[in-house]
């Protein structure tokens, strides 16, 4: 078989500038095909009746609840029964979460000088602590962790700084008995 065989048999047909190609609908008009509620169709339940092509704003068929509201006699969906609702409840699967407080600055500064100076770190934890209580901000697990490692740091310094001292006083000490040694 040659190539041009394969070329034949793949390639579209030639655009026929004369051929009548099917325009566009108006996508807003009434459809000129019966559609898929016509009485030809075997999957139309019967006595269902095509819904109107337009509809007035703020019009509402006789007896139909207000748009957004349950049927007369049925809750809406995630309401007690007899209460209507005031719309539609969240989608499923989507939390409804309250506005989020604003953090504390405080509470952040205590986390942050907790590892540059942890005395100061510590000090802001406090304060941030009291302010979330009067204030009701966010940001308390951000204070309770610049306290606890502000005091674990502090902890870590006095007790380097504690054995700092004691090598001053035992290196001193040594020196003078060493300098006190007889030459001779």
Known sequence: MAS????ARMSTPPYDPNQQYPQPG????????PGPYSADNPYVTPGYQSP???????YQTPGSPPQGYAAPGYAAPGYAPGYQGAG?????????????????TMAIMSL??????PPLGVVFGH?????IKERGEGGEGLATAGLIVGYI???????GCAIWVIAV????????????IPTG
């Open 127 to 131: 304060m941030a602590r009291k302010q």
């Open 4 to 7: 041009g065989d394969y070329r």
């Open 26 to 33: 108006n996508p807003y008009g009434v459809p000129s095909s």
């Open 88 to 104: 539609y409840p969240p989608p499923y699967g989507y939390a409804v979460l309250p506005p989020s407080a604003t953090t504390n």
């Open 169 to 180: 006083f035992f290196l001193a000490s040594t020196a003078a008995a060493v300098t006190s």
């Open 112 to 117: 942050v000088f907790a590892f540059v100076f």
């Open 52 to 58: 109107t092509a337009y509809q007035a704003p703020g």
């Open 153 to 159: 740091f502090t902890a870590f310094y006095v007790i």
